[in-house]
């Protein structure tokens, strides 16, 4: 089954594109003024916990960048999607709907998510304390939000 792209879906497409671009011109633009030192990790609280070099901007992007393409390609493949539900008849297009936004709202949240990580780096500050937590509630939150529609699709 081919799922049509909604004007939502390219919506949340264009959000997503725009962030990859702009953080590609903000890792180009900026890389002379971004410090040597780098954090690499940080801890729970935010505090950072190892630093590095400027490589790891990159590796970012590019791991940004794959997982952009590895959810865009896997969108385009609806057979491949687990749905957790019995598919019908009555229920196929409401399904793989809802499949597709699990996965474009995902896509979304991971761009979010690196590009925050990714500004955060290049000032080698530590993270604010609330951005763990917020991170996860963004994405177990639009995870059961989603999950919950399809089981009720059954």
Not at 59 to 75: D, S
Not at 95 to 112: A, D, F, G, H, S
Not at 145 to 150: D, K, P, S
Request: aromatic share 14%.
């Amino acid at each position: 089954m081919k799922v049509k792209s909604s004007i939502a879906d390219k919506i949340l497409q264009g959000f997503c594109l725009a962030l990859l671009v702009g953080m590609t011109f903000y890792l180009l633009a900026g890389w002379s003024t971004f410090p040597d030192k780098l954090p690499m990790h940080f801890g729970a609280s935010g505090q950072i916990d190892r630093w590095g070099g400027k490589g790891i901007l990159i590796f970012m992007l590019v791991m940004q960048w794959g997982l952009y393409l590895l959810c865009t390609g896997v969108e385009q493949v609806p057979r491949v999607w687990n749905t957790g539900v019995k598919v019908t008849a009555a229920n196929r297009e409401r399904v793989y709907r809802i499949l597709k936004y699990v996965l474009e709202t995902l896509k979304l949240i991971i761009q979010i998510i690196f590009s925050f990580l990714f500004v955060y780096i290049t000032l080698a500050r530590p993270l604010p304390g609330w951005s763990l937590p917020v991170m996860m509630i963004l994405v177990f939150g639009d995870m059961a939000f989603w999950l919950i529609l399809l089981w009720r699709c059954r």
